[in-house]
């Protein structure tokens, strides 16, 4: 098992709600087991800014079904949820509510610093050729 830690961002059209982005990241992590030879994913960190609205809940439920079938059947989800944080272009103010005018300068020329992620932050994945013990008693015995 191993851990990736570079973020792969998703596309504007892939950031939708919770089963098209459920869908959207398990098409992605398939392409990618396929491409790089890994067995199977196991974990997925998500980096999710409270701006997506996205519930965690209602997101595990949903990968959990859209992942049948997939290299990231039975995979846990770990939702990170970060919080608001915002910025004035015209003075450089920051605040961490939901304000979209600054509070220093009143400017609305203001940008959402945090919020707005929605990032694969790591997978865990094991690959096609990790080495087994072949002699553990496992519930695959039989013959
Ligand atoms: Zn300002």
Same mark, same amino acid.
């Given at each position: 098992m191993k851990t990736m830690s570079s973020y792969l961002k998703l596309t504007e059209k892939e950031k939708m709600h919770e089963l098209s982005l459920v869908s959207s990241i398990i098409d992605l992590l398939s392409d990618h087991a396929e491409t790089n030879g890994w067995? %199977?994913?196991?974990r997925v960190t998500l980096r999710i800014g409270? %701006?997506?609205?996205?519930i965690p809940d209602v997101m595990r439920f949903a990968f959990t079904v859209a992942a049948k079938?997939?290299?990231? @059947?039975?995979a846990e989800l770990e939702i990170v949820e970060l919080p608001f944080a915002g910025k004035c272009r015209i003075c450089d103010s920051t605040w @961490? @509510?939901?304000?979209?005018? +600054?509070?220093? +300068?009143?400017? +609305?020329?203001? @940008?959402?610093?945090?919020? %707005?992620e929605l990032d694969i932050d790591s997978v865990e994945v094991e690959d096609q050729d990790a080495p087994k013990d072949k002699h553990s008693p496992g519930c695959n015995g039989g013959r």
């Open positions: 067995k %199977m994913v196991t409270s %701006m997506r609205q996205v079938g997939t290299p990231l @059947e039975g @961490e @509510e939901v304000l979209f005018s +600054c509070p220093e +300068c009143g400017s +609305c020329d203001t @940008e959402i610093t945090h919020g %707005m």
